[in-house]
């Protein structure tokens, strides 16, 4: 039988270990999803709503269990309070405007005709999930996929593995029938072999760029519709009239919040040349005042990676960099807790630039290159020079000239003066290797639906 096991950052050991389905138990789940997913999409819009809600209160209700479990599971800091705000707002603004999202496109009701166009639930929606932002990146499809009349299977990363059983926990105990949202735990091979067998309306994956073709691959010729959400190398880049403190204080956190384990977190800053100094000094202070250590310490604002590997990924990239010319700035002796493996001590490097794989491969740590610009034309070459496009995020005061910059920008969205943030009215998507399909906004409920039109000529005459 195989395992799916989560190794703690916190301590290398292994926190939890469940056994994986073999794929006739898997086919089983996928069976009852089906059987169930009619009288679901039966019930009326609000009551799916509501019970949805619930389900994301109940969650709020479980915080004392929640929150040190993900600390022990991914390195979240306790002091962060788990990811209760944004899975919220995603859920309460999903929930506000469902109805008019879902609502029928009316073309002609006159008469004679009506002509209009209905939103239907696909089915059986299977959602895969990262352990970065685990509960945050769930919701954005499990909500409004079930609010829209799906059933859901939910498939967590074997980092998050207890994520997916309290999210199914919290749904079901407030009403949720057990059949409309189940949680699974699977290899990838059966994984693939599901979608491969066609089982799944939609899938939604968030993960790796590698993941994600491999789920392309599983799915080629089953004409499964797939959201791929995978990965970034965010640019920000500082204009001559930015407001620096801003900018120091947005980037820097974009860049180590969740020790840089944001797939829209700033990866490559580019400033220009009459702000670098100050901002490069800034920034090297900025993120020196950070506690690296234990997450289940009330005091620790920077937790340890997820495991082990991902900061081996991050040293390599720092030390490849360095070894070609790059300047590191931050003193580690200011982090003891750095201990070669999982806790590992943020960092910014100047003198950086594309030859280097740390300017251009996903980094997915605390750490970020900056490198000075002397115009437009160059950040945006700059900007532009990556396989990824998630976001770009622009500091001026102008923001005539922000989106005029960032129609030129390869990417799903454009920030100015902000980063790192999901609007959940805004649609959430990628460019080029980041991906395809949009999730959130009143376009994820159209990607989670198919249209079906209605011609009805009312008299025969
Ligand atoms: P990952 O290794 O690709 O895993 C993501 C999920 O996919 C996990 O549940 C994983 O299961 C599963 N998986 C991976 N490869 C698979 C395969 N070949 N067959 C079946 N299932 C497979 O990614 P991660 O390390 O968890 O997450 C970090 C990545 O996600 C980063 O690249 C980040 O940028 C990206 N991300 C993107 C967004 C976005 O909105 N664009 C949001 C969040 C994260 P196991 O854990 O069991 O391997």
Redesign the pocket.
């Given at each position: 039988m195989t395992m799916?096991t989560c190794v703690s950052p916190v301590n290398g050991e292994v926190y939890a270990e469940r056994p994986a389905l073999s794929l006739d138990a898997a086919k089983d789940v996928v069976a009852r999803a089906r059987k169930a997913q009619k009288d679901w999409a039966r019930r009326p819009l609000e009551d799916r709503v509501q019970l949805v809600l619930k389900g994301a209160a109940r969650l709020n209700e479980m915080a004392d269990l929640v929150v040190p479990e993900l600390a022990w599971q991914m390195g979240r800091p306790i002091k962060y309070g788990g990811e209760y705000r944004g899975f919220n707002e995603r859920s309460n603004y999903v929930a506000s405007i469902a109805a008019d999202a879902l609502s029928p496109m009316v073309v002609e009701d006159s008469a004679n005709f009506s002509r209009r166009i209905e939103r239907e639930p696909h089915g059986v929606v299977f959602v895969?999930?990262?352990?970065?932002?685990p509960y945050m990146?769930a919701i954005n499809t499990v909500a409004p996929a079930l609010m829209a009349g799906n059933t859901v299977i939910l498939?967590?990363?074997?980092?998050t593995l207890l994520v997916g059983e309290r999210l199914v926990q919290a749904f079901v105990e407030a009403g949720v029938p057990a059949d409309v949202f189940q949680n699974v735990y699977l290899d990838?091979e059966t994984?693939?072999a599901l979608i491969a067998a066609g089982s799944f309306n939609f899938v939604n994956?968030?993960?790796?760029v590698?993941?994600g073709r491999?789920?392309e691959r599983a799915a080629a010729g089953t004409f499964t519709n797939l959201g791929l959400?995978?990965?970034?190398k965010d640019p920000g880049y500082v204009m001559e009239d930015a407001d620096l403190e801003a900018a120091v204080d947005t980037l820097m956190d974009g860049a180590t919040y969740n020790s840089g384990q944001c797939?829209c977190g700033i990866e490559r800053i580019y400033v220009h040349e009459s702000l670098y100094d100050a901002f490069v000094e800034k920034s090297v202070a900025w993120v020196s005042n950070y506690k690296l250590g234990n997450p289940l310490d009330p005091e620790t604002t920077l937790g340890p990676m997820a495991h082990k590997r991902f900061a081996k990924v991050v040293r390599e990239q720092i030390a490849d960099a360095v070894a070609k010319g790059a300047k590191a700035l931050v003193d580690p002796k200011l982090f003891p807790a750095d201990d070669g493996g999982a806790y590992l001590a943020p960092q910014v490097l100047v003198d950086v630039n594309h030859s280097m794989a740390f300017m251009r491969e996903?980094t997915?740590g605390p750490a970020v290159g900056i490198m000075k610009v002397k115009s437009d034309a160059e950040a945006l070459e700059l900007m532009n020079d990556s396989p990824y496009g998630?976001t770009a995020s622009l500091w001026t005061k102008d923001a005539e000239r922000a989106s005029r910059i960032g129609r030129d920008i390869e990417t799903g969205t454009v920030f100015m003066n902000r980063a790192d943030y999901l609007d959940p009215a805004l649609c959430?998507t990628?460019v080029k290797e980041?991906?395809r399909g949009g999730s959130l906004s009143v376009m994820g409920f159209h990607n989670l639906t198919r249209p079906k039109s209605y011609h009805l000529k009312k008299v025969t005459a």
């Open positions: 799916i895969i999930a990262p352990w970065n932002y990146t498939k967590h990363a074997s980092q990838h994984t693939s994956f968030t993960g790796s590698e993941g491999s789920i959400e995978l990965g970034g797939c996903e997915f998630l959430w990628g980041t991906g």
